[in-house]
């Protein structure tokens, strides 16, 4: 029996018991259309976090207080284990480093703020005027910080948008007064609305002089530095040059742990890839369920046509003539489901983009490529079962059936 | 040189515990081109024979010899494909493909051995004409009558020109009139060269026969007509 025969055989079977087919074919279908869909919707979401924080430019080092790894035997390990405070000065120090365009200390921590009669439980950040530059702030009203000196407490803050919102209303806020803690200060500008941000909802943020902060929450040490690199080739050499200088000002002893964006980005990328690789694995399941349902379809199928397959094989089909034709069925309607369900899955992909304008919601080729693949692969492997069966049947046994 | 030759076959089925001999030590040798009737009352073993001889089913003990070639050791293969080019099968339902036209019905023996597609529709044509059908290739078979049915089935069964036709009861689900012509045009066919043999129940036929083996508890009690004794 030729290749093109048993197609073609296999066809008019499928074709002739409508119902069987469409079952199956949905089966597989909802299978792939839920692979399809679901990465497209996990890849979307680790594209848009990425392009985020690519926005912001890939030359920024984050220095923290504290060392995460391990490093080898000195004086200050022997001396004290405690790491010493990340400072306003230190701060400065990196800012002055030839490598480093710009720096700014980061502060953080809640507190309430209370404007025009109302009061609110939020975020500050105390920092300086470049983080507007680092972490590409725009303002949308009135200006940043001021340039100051950056030990001395300022009374300027700029805050939020969703802060401003909730504060006052429909005005700007602009030259109001607003009070953190037990501190009052004056609403210099709002920051345009951006969402999520590298620290955090920036929305959400009243953002402070680091000074004031630190006087605010009563502490000497930062809790980030940001630095911008002058060149985003010069990132490593940027970050060894921190070091030394770090270790110097610290005794020795390198005690902070320096992150650069470029680390940053692929820690993300690696989580929210295997997210997606999650996704798909969960939307694999319901492909196994699909062949499961191809085997029982299958099997049906023989039972329905064991008259046929004592036919064929007294008209002298082998038994590997018998196998081919069952498995040749399943996996034609395992691959039209397949396509089937490719379409459905961007159809799917489709309206997320439509509904969710911002997230990128297109299926990664591996995700469809193995889709496919799998539907085929679960369409023959279950499908072995049934056409083994019918191959096996007894023809004389076989015929007497109706 | 017989065309089959059966000697000493013993076929026993389990049904259940109880084992239950269908053939015992049965002998028998057909030429080729004869018309041989198998007949015999229900269970006497007949179908079995009928089978045996088809290659549908193995015997346990003894000997089978088709064209001179010992057939009781062929895999299961090897012996599909000495049905496929030797063996015209015609069965009492027909067996008819539902989801395919009388054409392609005919058409399968021909798929299965793999013929070109412009050799297997004139070899297809050919054989809906032998049986008088031209006009239905392209029905399906819920669509012709019991009569036409079997005569599409026996083209089926002529259209790899095999050197015998097997046929169990092939009048059986027509009435009296069609189960007439499908008996002579079986014979036309045995006529023109093609072994004839038919189980059945039809005592016209039977007589019709130039052989007729009766079967009785799976013992081959009578074999009027063979050549042997004829000569």
Do not use: C
Not at chain 2, 94 to 99: A, D
Not at chain 2, 140 to 147: A, M, R, T, W
């Amino acid at each position: 029996m030729t290749a093109a025969d048993t197609l073609r055989f296999a066809a008019r079977a499928a074709l002739g018991y409508r119902r069987r087919a469409v079952l199956l074919v949905l089966a597989v279908a909802i299978g792939v259309a839920a692979v399809v869909a679901l990465t497209a919707l996990g890849d979307g979401v680790r594209r848009y976090v990425m392009h985020q924080f690519e926005s912001i430019g890939s030359n920024l080092v984050f220095v923290m207080p504290g060392r995460t790894e391990t490093g080898g035997l000195s004086l200050g390990s022997v001396v004290t284990n405690t790491p010493r405070d990340l400072t306003l000065d230190d701060a400065a120090a990196i800012a002055r480093a030839p490598l480093v365009l710009r720096a700014a200390p980061v502060v953080v921590g809640m507190s309430e703020a209370a404007a025009n009669g109302r009061l609110r439980e939020t975020h500050i950040v105390g920092t300086t005027s470049s983080i507007a530059d680092i972490l590409h702030f725009q303002v949308a009203q009135g200006r940043f910080l001021p340039a100051d000196d950056w030990k001395r407490p300022g009374t300027a803050a700029v805050i939020g948008e969703t802060v401003r919102k909730e504060l006052f209303d429909a005005e700007s806020g602009i030259g109001q007064m607003i009070r953190i803690g037990d501190r009052r200060l004056r609403v210099v500008g709002v920051i345009k609305a951006t969402g999520q941000g590298l620290i955090g909802n920036i929305d959400e943020m009243v953002v402070v002089p680091a000074a004031t902060a630190m006087a605010l929450f009563n502490t000497n040490s930062l809790f980030r530095i940001a630095v911008e690199a002058r060149e985003r080739g010069a990132v490593a050499a940027t970050k060894t040059q921190i070091e030394t200088l770090m270790r110097a000002r610290h005794g020795g002893e390198l005690d902070v742990t320096l992150i650069t964006q470029d680390a940053l980005l692929a820690t993300f990328d690696s989580v929210l890839g295997a997210l997606t690789l999650a996704v798909a694995g969960i939307a694999a399941i319901s492909l196994a369920v699909a062949g499961i349902l191809v085997m029982n379809v299958m099997l049906v199928a023989v039972a329905q046509r064991t008259a046929e397959v004592g036919l064929l094989k007294a008209l002298g089909a082998s038994g590997s003539d018998v196998v081919r034709v069952f498995l040749a069925e399943a996996a034609l309607l395992s691959t039209v489901g397949a396509v089937f369900g490719y379409g459905l899955g961007q159809l799917a992909a489709w309206g997320i983009r439509v509904a969710l304008p911002t997230l990128p919601a297109w299926p990664p080729l591996w995700a469809v490529a193995a889709a496919l693949a799998l539907a085929l692969a679960s369409g023959l492997a279950f499908g072995t079962l049934p056409a083994r069966h019918a191959a096996a049947l007894d023809p004389v046994v076989a015929l007497a059936r109706h | 040189m017989p065309q089959l030759e059966l000697s000493r076959i013993t076929r026993t089925f389990a049904l259940g515990k109880a084992k239950v001999r269908a053939l015992t030590n049965v002998n028998v040798s057909i030429a080729a081109g004869e018309y041989v009737a198998i007949m015999g009352p229900s269970g006497s073993g007949k179908s079995t024979l009928l089978n045996l001889l088809g290659l549908l089913d193995r015997p346990d003990t003894g000997r089978y010899r088709l064209e001179g070639r010992d057939v009781t050791t062929l895999s299961s293969d090897e012996l599909a494909a000495v049905r496929r080019e030797r063996i015209g099968f015609v069965f009492q339902s027909f067996h008819l493909v539902p989801r395919l036209t009388a054409a392609e019905n005919i058409a399968l023996p021909l798929v299965l051995e793999g013929v070109a597609q412009a050799e297997r529709e004139r070899r297809v044509a050919e054989a809906l004409a032998r049986v008088g059908l031209t006009d239905r290739a392209g029905h399906k078979p819920d669509e012709l009558s019991g009569g036409q049915r079997q005569r599409i089935a026996i083209a089926r069964a002529i259209v790899m020109r095999p050197a015998m036709l097997l046929a169990d009861e092939p009048t059986g689900n027509l009435d009296r009139h069609t189960g007439a012509d499908v008996t002579e045009l079986l014979e036309s066919l045995n006529d023109a060269g093609t072994t004839l043999i038919v189980v059945t129940h039809d005592p016209l036929m039977g007589r019709r026969a130039r052989r007729r083996l009766i079967m009785v508890d799976g013992v081959l009690s009578d074999d009027g007509g063979a050549p042997s004794r004829l000569s």
